[in-house]
């Protein structure tokens, strides 16, 4: 039976992973309870009459029925049931058809942990939260009614002011000290705000608000459009030419471009447009490369440009390399010669030593992010590829989707998820030893470490089972104890019980390859003896 001081929640997602990620976060809390889950928004309603939740966290884009219309049946027929929209979409026909649907709050998907906690309780008090980034989104649309036809819709300085302080991220509690007002009164003019929103076809109207409300935060407003896609053949940044589209991703795609003064080939790796009216993602896109480029080392790839073009678009420049991915030389050869094991990840060691040293996480390791460059001169050349978004140390609070995605494009992949990643925790550079404890034992004996047939059953894995010893994976293999205790000690579940810093783990191979040379001198000797 739920404790009385406990609010009962409801999750609607219709992604595995990220209900996975909000129960394991949410059962973490204080005071909060999970009393159901759904994933078809024609189910919904049923499932809430079933559980009766004091709060439902809910997904816009469902099967069945959408979330819109979920929220308009659950209000329907559990009115003092509060509903928080927690979903990527940041259009503003979403917003608007959520709050009209009696929806309570709105959240997108990478909202901070303390935040989320913040919104439940305070629609489940009586209020109204907004993500403080809809907040700034709100600014970019129109109002839907003037009061005065012929007029351009207008803020007020008390609109505004209250939605800079949603921006920032302030509480209602602290938004209502700041602006001198009692939190019921506050809770009124939050949902006065909501309710002026935002929909008109007349351009010139959200020009204005946008310059007003830029001019308020001190913003860059662009006036231009940006394209979704560059073409071959485009001139980027007045001094790259576009060559052809290398990859892409959740956040961003990656092109192939010519320096028109240099001849230099390189990678550019440009923001989405659609998140370049969010100040956060912005800001992180320029704390990565801002980082990144300070990385010079061998065993990495290179940024050496970045910035803003005069139409808006964050980008940033790097090495362009042609090699071979290790996932693919896994697939080819499934288990990898000794030498070339300690050849490898000897210079990923190295690749994540100088991050880290950087306060520089990856978050993302895995054999498709390592590249070997052939070279004339000696082994190959061990290249770590993709630091990502959001991986700078100390990092920001936990956010949900930011750590648990059903993509996984930017926070890792299922098979090589370090268990503080799975649930959602705060990481370190100790989870991405972690992955490459994953990687390594993959390489000797041709088995993930945390196989399963879905991304549910790899993250059961990690949380709690240790992979079967290397003679047991693979018995036709004799693998060297000291060998064994590195990737074990790595695959441990605690991160204070593997090695702290990738410093000791190189030095730890290097140990086991001279004890694996000298083994291989005396048996080489026997053999002529």
């Not at 990859?247 to 923001?271: C, E, F, N, P, S």
Request: aromatic residues 6%.
């Amino acid at each position: 039976m739920v404790d009385g001081n406990v609010i009962k929640i409801l999750i609607v997602e219709d992604h595995q992973i990220i209900r996975i990620g909000l129960r394991l976060l949410l059962e973490k809390m204080e005071n909060f309870s999970i009393v159901g889950e759904a994933e078809d928004g024609s189910l919904v309603l049923a499932k809430a009459l079933e559980v009766r939740p004091d709060v439902i966290l809910m997904d816009i884009g469902l099967p069945g029925a959408d979330g819109i219309e979920a929220s308009f049946q659950i209000k329907g027929q559990l009115p003092s049931t509060r509903v928080i929209m927690l979903t990527s979409h940041e259009g503003d026909d979403d917003i608007l058809a959520s709050m009209g649907a009696g929806a309570d709050g709105y959240c997108l998907k990478d909202v901070p942990a303390a935040q989320l906690a913040e919104a439940i309780r305070t629609v489940h008090q009586g209020g109204t939260w907004l993500d403080p980034r809809i907040a700034a989104r709100l600014m970019n649309t129109q109002q839907t009614k003037a009061v005065n036809k012929n007029e351009p819709p207008t803020l007020t300085a008390e609109n505004l002011d209250l939605l800079c302080y949603v921006e920032q991220g302030l509480s209602n509690e602290e938004i209502a000290q700041e602006m001198g007002f009692h939190i019921d009164v506050l809770r009124a003019k939050m949902r006065e705000v909501l309710e002026i929103l935002f929909l008109s076809d007349d351009p010139k109207s959200g020009k204005k608000l946008r310059q007003q409300f830029a001019a308020k935060l001190g913003d860059v407003v662009f006036d231009n459009e940006q394209p979704a896609n560059l073409s071959i053949g485009d001139t980027f940044a007045d001094k790259y030419l576009i060559m052809s589209q290398i990859g892409r991703g959740g956040m961003g795609r990656v092109y192939k471009a010519l320096h028109l003064h240099t001849d230099r080939v390189v990678a550019i790796k440009v923001l989405l447009p659609q998140f370049a009216s969010d100040r956060r993602v912005v800001r992180l896109f320029q704390e990565e490369a801002k980082a990144a480029s300070a990385l010079i080392h061998p065993n990495t790839v290179q940024i050496f440009d970045f910035g803003i073009t005069s139409e808006g678009q964050s980008f940033l420049v790097m090495d362009y390399i042609e090699g071979t991915s290790f996932e693919t030389i896994l697939r080819r050869d499934r288990l990898l010669p000794l030498h070339h094991f300690f050849n490898i990840f000897e210079q990923v060691c190295d690749a994540l030593i100088a991050a880290h040293s950087k306060d520089i996480i990856h978050c993302d390791i895995k054999p498709s992010n390592i590249v070997m460059l052939p070279n004339k001169d000696g082994p190959d050349i061990a290249k770590l590829i993709d630091f990502g978004l959001a991986k700078i140390l100390p990092p920001p609070q936990s956010s949900i989707q930011a750590q648990l995605t059903d993509s996984f494009e930017v926070c890792g992949s299922p098979a090589y998820m370090s268990p503080e990643q799975c649930r959602g925790g705060k990481l370190d550079a100790r989870s991405d030893l972690y992955s490459l404890g994953c990687i390594m034992y993959e390489a000797l004996t041709g088995k993930q470490a945390a196989e399963g047939g879905n991304a549910m059953e790899c993250i059961a894995k990690h949380l709690s089972d240790l992979p079967p010893r290397f003679e047991v994976a693979c018995p036709q293999r004799k693998l060297p104890k000291a060998l064994e205790h590195i990737v074990f000690a790595l695959l441990q579940k605690i991160p204070e019980a593997r090695f702290q810093s990738a410093r000791q783990v190189k030095n730890a191979l290097a140990i086991s390859y001279r004890e694996q040379m000298i083994r291989n001198e005396v048996e080489q000797m026997e053999k002529v003896s």
